[in-house]
């Protein structure tokens, strides 16, 4: 998932630590949801929604919708601001390569994204259909879940899901020292999976 090229969300001004924007740039965005919403009604539908990704990113329709419904918490068929100036943090995460950041900052509300099913857990068929959103597969769940699954239920509940946020964050570092710069989440993963075997060897 990326921004489309040309759009101006590329010249917002996202902080990188904490994958929030100035309250400038805040104000931007509550201007531009503004425009959209020509119903004057403080929150966007379906078709209001769909339009304005469509335009900004290269996401297609069943992305577009899934999402949709993903940030459409109480399935009343629209969203609010805060909805829509979450999947902007989460477009410019994606867009500055810091979606790691953004999922270990913002670990509750990224949970309950995942959550399709509202079951208090996240499972491999949920991730699958939704890691689009922070440029993941399927395989890097599975990764996840063979460190983090504490409970053996084959899923993630929340404390599991803060863990490895937590640890995200101390393999980020380590890897940052080790080799000068920042790592995407699929690298981190990795990471972790190499650690754990090098762990098994010296048992």
């Known amino acids: 998932m990326k921004l489309k090229k040309g759009v101006f969300f ?3 001004n996202l902080n990188k630590f904490h994958c929030l924007l ?14 959209l919403d ?22 297609g329709k069943k992305h577009i919708m899934l999402t949709f419904d993903m940030l459409d918490w109480d399935a009343d068929g629209e969203i609010g601001f805060e909805e829509f100036y979450m999947m902007v943090c989460i477009l410019l995460s ?25 079951s208090k857990t996240i499972n491999l068929k949920e ?3 939704s890691g689009f959103l ?30 490895f946020t937590m640890m ?6 380590e890897l940052k020292r080790k080799r000068g710069k920042l790592h995407r989440l699929m690298d981190i993963c990795t ?12 048992d």
């Open 191 to 202: 990471y972790f999976v190499k650690e754990e075997d090098e762990l098994h060897l010296l």
């Open 94 to 118: 994606s867009e500055h390569d810091v979606e790691e950041t953004f999922i270990c900052h913002h670990f509750l509300p990224v949970f309950e994204l995942l959550d399709m099913d509202s």
């Open 22 to 35: 100035s309250l400038t740039n805040t104000k931007i965005i509550y201007d531009y949801f503004c425009l």
């Open 168 to 173: 995200c964050m101390d393999a980020q570092k």
């Open 134 to 163: 922070f440029n993941l597969k399927g395989s890097d769940f599975k990764k996840i879940l063979n460190l983090f699954d504490i409970t053996g239920d084959e899923c993630l509940n929340l404390s599991e899901f803060q863990k």
């Open 10 to 12: 590329e010249y917002l």
């Open 38 to 59: 020509i119903h004057e009604k403080k929150t966007l539908n379906d078709i209001q929604f769909y339009h304005f990704m469509k335009h900004v990113t290269t996401m």
């Open 127 to 129: 991730f699958k259909a």
